[in-house]
């Protein structure tokens, strides 16, 4: 099996190519991103003047900035960065899908108490949620905790119109997480309502999603743009938890993503198991190519059974109201993607010109533009139901 010379994606990864030097396509498309954002002395002047410009928009409002919070490292860095380094006056906007881990939330009010920051937070009705959520087990798709990726970012546009800001933060780094292959996971506001109407008990109430005409109304009339000011700074994941720890108090969770339990249990159980999809495989390549963890480390490390709290695996039973036997038909019954529903795809496809125009306007994140209006040839369309092996190796944590 051919192998990338210099990260660790291989052939199993979809519409994975390597050029004449055993590089692979993802580590090249990283080149460009490293170009197009730079850190250092480049990226730190893109944000001061970001930073100015921001302050002339939010002269007449009470806060400058929404800054998406999880209590997680890179949020809370954000928070950090935007008011103390940038000068900024943030407003912090917490998405609460109820599964949230104590630590988290402990972290959340850590850090916006200390920077004197307030927070504005949506809290889901947390049976409309179970309901949603169980949905999507149904749905036997691996985006099972799309409703809360969603949620989320509408929550964000929610808290700055409701302020009357023009900006959003987000706390996405690809040099650390990397950049996930297409086809692996999907998500849009037509998929959640189709898959909920289709397996439900209980209409979309109190879960703000994220509509195209809604979020085309907040983009281009009210001109809210997201900004991920982490792009532009040498961001060394390690060194901002001890930083974090020192100066707020603020505990570590133990693993990305596992500042919340479903997105714990989707990234540690559900996907590994049912899908044959590792999350470590992009975070650790992310990691190599910014020279934050050794190639040789990845390979060691990957080959590790990954970590599962079995306790998680019972909460998520016992609230979702599922018998033993009926978890075990769902995890065993066929896959199915997003392609099995309606969504807007064929939609961003047709309109791909149009997001070109919007990501250029910095409207849309670059990696909306080039993954959900990219049109797939049937071989890519094949390549990119390919799957790992059946199961990735999960086994109980220590604690
Ligand atoms: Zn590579």
């Not at 409701?162 to 506001?189: C, N, Q, V």
């Not at 991920?228 to 707020?248: C, G, H, N, Q, T």
């Not at 990691?287 to 695996?313: V, W, Y």
Request: aromatic share 16%.
């Amino acid at each position: 099996m051919q192998v990338c010379t210099r990260c660790i994606y291989d052939e199993r990864i979809p519409s994975i190519v390597f050029d004449g030097q055993g590089v692979c396509n993802y580590c090249r498309q990283t080149e460009q991103f490293e170009s197009e954002y730079p850190t250092g002395r480049a990226g730190r002047k893109i944000l001061d003047e970001l930073a100015d410009k921001i302050k002339r928009d939010g002269r007449r409002r009470d806060y400058d900035v929404v800054v998406g919070v999880s209590g997680g490292c890179d949020s809370s860095y954000l928070l950090y960065l935007a008011k103390e380094e940038l000068g900024l006056r943030p407003l912090a906007v917490h998405f609460d899908n109820t599964w949230n881990s104590r630590i988290a939330v402990e972290n959340i009010y850590r850090v916006t108490r200390k920077l004197k920051i307030d927070l504005y937070t949506h809290v889901v009705d947390n049976r409309e949620y179970n309901d949603i959520f169980k949905s999507f087990f149904k749905a036997s798709v691996p985006e099972i905790d799309t409703p809360a990726d969603l949620g989320l970012a509408a929550t964000h546009y929610l808290g700055a119109r409701k302020y009357g800001l023009k900006y959003i933060f987000e706390g996405h780094s690809f040099r650390t997480e990397g950049i996930s292959p297409p086809g692996w996971f999907y998500m849009d506001a037509r998929y959640v309502a189709t898959i909920q109407k289709k397996f439900g008990t209980q209409p979309i109430k109190t879960l703000p999603n994220l509509w195209l005409g809604r979020w085309l109304r907040w983009t281009i009339l009210n001109g809210i743009k997201k900004v991920r000011p982490l792009y532009y700074i040498d961001y060394d994941k390690e060194e901002v938890k001890k930083f974090l720890s020192e100066e707020f108090d603020w505990q570590w969770y133990g693993g990305h993503h596992m500042e919340n339990r479903t997105a714990y249990f989707t990234n540690n159980f559900h996907l590994p198991r049912k899908f044959g999809i590792d999350l470590r495989f992009c975070e650790f390549s992310a990691l190599i190519r910014n020279g934050q963890m050794s190639r040789e480390e990845a390979l060691e490390k990957i080959a590790e059974p990954k970590p599962f709290d079995e306790d998680i695996l019972a909460e998520i039973k016992k609230r979702l109201g599922f018998s033993d036997d009926q978890f075990d038909r769902i995890m065993n019954a066929p896959r199915k993607t997003y392609r099995d529903y309606k969504t807007y795809k064929s939609l961003f496809e047709r309109l791909r010109w149009f997001f070109w125009i919007m990501y250029k306007l910095e409207l849309v994140p670059k990696s909306f533009y080039t993954k959900y209006t990219k049109k797939y040839s049937d071989e890519e369309l094949k390549s990119l139901t390919r799957i790992f092996d059946l199961p990735v190796p999960v086994e109980k944590a220590v604690d």
